[in-house]
């Protein structure tokens, strides 16, 4: 397989991790979130800084990344049992900020310099191949997809579509807004942290700009496009908005121009997603 599709569908399977996170919290939990590239560069930056400044070895230096995205998750998940909708959006808007701007700020973190030689997969001492670390991504995206699933499905699942859909009527049932709200933002958070150790591992160098706002967007457009609440809609979401560009490549300066579109467009005439309830795919597969 050539460097340019290896590359490009590495990258495909990082946002489609990234998709699948975020729609735990925003489509299961209904907590909207327009600062998710934060816990990507949390567990992006822990790797790093794990791998280049304590020479822990890689999987080790995973495990904690995941842990630690985690515990920073479910502490900026507080805000979400005070605020909720449009305050909610704002706050986490805030946090992207807040968090690329340390990163951004602070030696320790690399600076406006970034973090380099961040180590790449290694196989008996010798680092793994492009097409490796795409088997292994992919095989990470399946993983996501089974978390999703067992999530949506199991009790913690019921009681977080509960909270979206009437938080007040779900407390009153006796289903705890304060558990369920935290451990969405903790299994999406650890998810986006698994991404940002891929993307770290794969690039081999981070910078702060490399998760700034308009990410965050993007990665909420592939929700909201495919389909919150739903599993093939984020994964449609992320192939969809990451290959588009590549096929538009003249217009390839207009991508966050052409995110905006769409998202306006589907919230006009697709409110649900391509796979929603009352999304295009579905309304077309009853009609067959």
Do not use: C
């Not at 995941?66 to 704002?90: C, H, K, Q």
């Not at 970034?114 to 793994?128: A, C, K, Q, R």
């Not at 977080?160 to 299994?187: N, R, T």
């Not at 979401?237 to 905006?260: D, K, N, Q, T, V």
């Amino acid at each position: 397989m050539g460097d340019y599709l290896t590359t490009l569908l590495i990258t495909v399977g990082i946002y489609t991790i990234l998709s699948l996170s975020l729609n735990i919290i925003v489509g299961y939990a209904g907590q909207i979130s327009l600062g998710h590239a934060a816990f990507w560069a949390i567990g992006a930056y822990s790797f790093a800084v794990l791998t280049t400044k304590y020479s822990i070895p890689f999987v080790e230096a995973a495990f904690f990344s995941i842990v630690i995205t985690t515990l920073v998750g479910i502490f900026l998940g507080l805000p979400s049992l005070r605020v909720s909708e449009d305050f909610l959006a704002i706050t986490t808007i805030g946090i992207n900020f807040i968090v690329q701007g340390i990163f951004n700020s602070f030696d320790y973190f690399g600076g406006a310099m970034g973090i380099g030689n961040i180590p790449f997969p290694t196989m008996h001492g010798d680092m793994i191949s492009n097409n490796t670390f795409l088997f292994i991504t992919y095989l990470l995206v399946a993983l996501t997809i089974i978390i999703s699933y067992i999530f949506k499905v199991s009790w913690a699942g019921l009681a977080s579509f509960a909270i979206k859909d009437d938080e007040l009527a779900a407390d009153v049932s006796g289903i705890s807004p304060v558990i369920f709200k935290l451990l969405s933002f903790a299994i999406g958070s650890a998810l986006a942290g698994l991404a940002g150790i891929l993307y770290a591992s794969f690039m081999g160098f981070i910078s702060a700009n490399d998760f700034s706002f308009p990410v965050s967007v993007a990665i909420l457009a592939m929700v909201m496009v495919g389909g919150e609440g739903t599993i093939l809609g984020p994964i449609f979401g992320a192939f969809l908005l990451i290959l588009l560009p590549e096929f538009f490549r003249p217009i390839h300066s207009y991508r966050m121009f052409l995110y905006g579109i769409l998202l306006v467009l589907m919230m006009i005439y697709q409110p649900n997603g391509f796979f929603g309830k009352k999304g295009i795919v579905w309304s077309m597969i009853k009609k067959s």
